[in-house]
Structures are given as C-alpha cells and as structure tokens.
C-alpha cells in the first residue's frame, strides 16, 4: 500500500447492508484545524451506523458519498492539526467523530480535539471505543433527564432499564448504581444473569407476560425509565410509574412524539421525554476515568478485524448480539481496528 493511502470501507449509497461496505484505499485524511489524526485501534458500531446506512436519516445523513461509517474510535494519535494543546503524537486517545462525515471503519481518522479525551494505559483501546455513543447517552439520559446523581446523594429513584442488555443499557446498570437507585431491567431470558451481574436489583425476561407488562417484581412504581428498546406503547408504561414518573425515550418514533406533546399540552405529571444524544467532552472523559478506576466496564459482544468488517456489521444489524464469535460471553457488537492485525491487509 503506498505510503499516504489507508484501508477503509465504504458504501456510496443508501441500502445494500453489510454487502454494500466495500474494502478500499483510500488518502489518510489531514487533520484540520484544532483535529487530530488517529491511528486506530478500536471502534465500535451503534445500531445509528446502520440506520444512516438504510437512510433513516436522510436527508442529513450521511453527509455525502461515498462515506465511511462509524463514529466511536480509540487510538493513538499520530500527527496535530493547527491550534491543537491538548495533545501531541503519541498519545493514546478515546473519541467520538462527526455522523456527518463518518471515517471509523478506517486504519486512520481525524477527530476533533473537543471530541477527543486522553485514554489512560488501564484502558484498552476495545473499552474506550465502546463509550462514545452508547456510554455517552446512557450518562446524559440518567444525570440529565432522569436526574440521577452518580455521586451517591439525592433521595432514591426507582429506575426501569430496558434493553438492558444492549449497548445502552449495559452502561446504564452500571452508572446507575452508581447513584441512589432502585434498577429494574429487562432483557432476553439469556442474558438475565449477565444483566444482574451489572448490579442490576431485580431483571424481567420481555418475553413473559410479567415482563412484556413491565411489572416490577417487587411492585415498585418507576420515577424513570431509561428507555433503551423499542416498540413498547405509552399504555404499557403508564400503570408502571410513579405520579411524577416519566419515559426517557432514546428512540422515539412518531406515536413516542405524539404522546411527548400530548402529556404537555395536558400538563400530565407522568411524561415522555425524547433524547438526542449531545456529545460532551468532560462527560467521555468522566466515563474513561470510571472505566480506569473499574467501576464501569465495556461488555463487548464480539470482535471482528478490519478485514472482516461486514460480519459485525451484520451482527449490529440483526440488533441480537450473542457471543458466538468468542470463548468470552459478550454483548456488543464490536470490532477492533485490525491495523496492528496482519489479517486487515489480507
Ligand atoms: N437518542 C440517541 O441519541 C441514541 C443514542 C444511542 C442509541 N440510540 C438508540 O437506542 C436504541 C438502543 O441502542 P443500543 O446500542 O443499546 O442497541 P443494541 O446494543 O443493538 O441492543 C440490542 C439488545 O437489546 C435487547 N432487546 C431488544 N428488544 C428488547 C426488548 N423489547 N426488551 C428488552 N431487551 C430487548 C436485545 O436482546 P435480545 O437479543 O435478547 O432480543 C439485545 O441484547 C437503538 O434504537 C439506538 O438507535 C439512540
């Protein structure tokens, strides 16, 4: 390969799946003012990589083609752009790039230095790689929305956790307990000892009645849901929660929509809350900091080399992750960037 050119993948238009990331060479990107460029060592996929791929975002996302998806990367970083303090080459970084420009799925990627925090040597690159998004928007939708404090104070909230299992909610267990919190989750039948093994107080299987109900076995009312699945309606959840409690969406769709501007306009004390995701610097750097200090692990379901790239796209695709890719019991999809790997040139 010559010397200023990269693998990478790429799709140059909505649709194809897995099947349509195509392996090329490609410049190792510049970084710009106040960027730096990462050799990559891990990044992770999110279930929004794929949804910009199917166009779910359009007309926004992607930015243009041909585009290079995925946006959480942990590395080192290899060159600064102009007016860069916070880092020089060599430093091993965590960050999260732009939706709008992508470049994950890459040997190399330039991320904004107020989107990149140092990663200490207790992290792995795969651990760091897996906050930006999904450790990132379990942070906001607890601290910010359900006001959790993770420092211990504040009275109990009782929380429900869906989709406990997933990237989200794997993260979100762990920083709940972190604050004065009664968890309730759900998720698979398979994945209920994983889950409590979070610290999660007390698991529901979604596919019982009890757990399609949202029941809390010990008849608790929720004062928030961080609301990691889909598909559930505002009927389901109503009984469920306490007389201030709310639902913290982080798929809302049109009917998640309808009944945020319903509960609203009535003034209703039970409401839903939609969240978007806003990065924060200090918050990754929070997060990386916890996962030094082993009190928040990454749960990786599988990992895959660059060279291999479609199959854990295809697996964060088909939203079941399992661990059938590794002796270790994973639960995100997951791929290590290859570079280090002779197998990402084969
Ligand atoms: N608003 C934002 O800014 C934002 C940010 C991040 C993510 N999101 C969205 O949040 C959602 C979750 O993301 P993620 O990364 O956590 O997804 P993920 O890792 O793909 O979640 C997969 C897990 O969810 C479990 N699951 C699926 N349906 C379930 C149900 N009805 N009840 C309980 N568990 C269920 C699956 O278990 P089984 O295999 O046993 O079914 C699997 O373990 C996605 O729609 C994503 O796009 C939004």
């Given at each position: 390969m010559a010397e200023n050119l990269m693998h990478a993948l790429q799709y140059t238009?909505?649709?194809?799946?897995?099947?349509?990331?195509k392996h090329v060479e490609v410049p190792i990107p510049t970084p710009n003012k106040g960027e730096v460029l990462i050799k990559l060592e891990a990044i992770s996929l999110n279930p929004v990589d794929w949804k910009i791929q199917k166009g779910?975002?359009?007309?926004?996302?992607?930015?243009?083609?041909?585009y290079i998806p995925a946006t959480d990367v942990a590395g080192e970083v290899v060159k600064v752009g102009p007016g860069v303090t916070d880092f020089k080459d060599g430093d091993k970084v965590v960050g999260q790039l732009n939706h709008f420009t992508?470049?994950?799925?890459?040997?190399f990627a330039v991320a904004k230095e107020s989107l990149t925090v140092a990663r200490p040597s207790e992290v792995s690159a795969a651990e760091g790689a897996g906050l930006p998004v999904a450790g990132l928007t379990a942070h906001q939708a607890l601290t910010q929305s359900a006001g959790v404090k993770l420092d211990g104070s504040g009275q109990q909230l009782n929380l429900l956790i869906t989709a406990a299992s997933g990237g989200v909610g794997q993260y979100a267990v762990q920083l709940a307990k972190l604050g004065n919190t009664h968890v309730t989750a759900t998720c698979g039948a398979r994945n209920m000892d994983f889950v409590k093994s979070l610290g999660a107080d007390e698991v529901l299987d979604y596919k019982t009645p009890d757990g399609a109900a949202l029941k809390s076995p010990s008849g608790r009312k929720y004062d928030a849901v961080i609301h990691c699945a889909t598909g559930i309606p505002w009927s389901t959840f109503e009984p469920n929660l306490s007389a201030k409690g709310k639902v913290i969406d982080i798929t809302p769709g049109p009917s998640a929509l309808l009944t945020f501007a319903m509960k609203k306009l009535t003034f209703s004390k039970k409401q839903l809350v939609p969240l978007l995701m806003i990065p924060k610097k200090e918050n990754l750097d929070y997060l990386v900091n916890l996962v030094k200090e082993g009190k928040l692990k990454t749960i990786i379901d599988s990992k895959y080399p660059l060279s291999r790239a479609e199959g854990a796209w295809a697996k964060i695709m088909d939203g079941?992750?399992?661990?059938?890719?590794?002796c270790e019991r994973f639960h995100r999809a997951h791929m290590t960037g290859a570079m280090a790997c002779p197998i990402a040139r084969a």
């Open positions: 238009s909505y649709g194809g799946g897995a099947a349509a990331l779910m975002l359009r007309p926004l996302l992607p930015g243009k083609f041909p992508g470049g994950g799925l890459a040997e079941h992750a399992t661990g059938d890719w590794s």
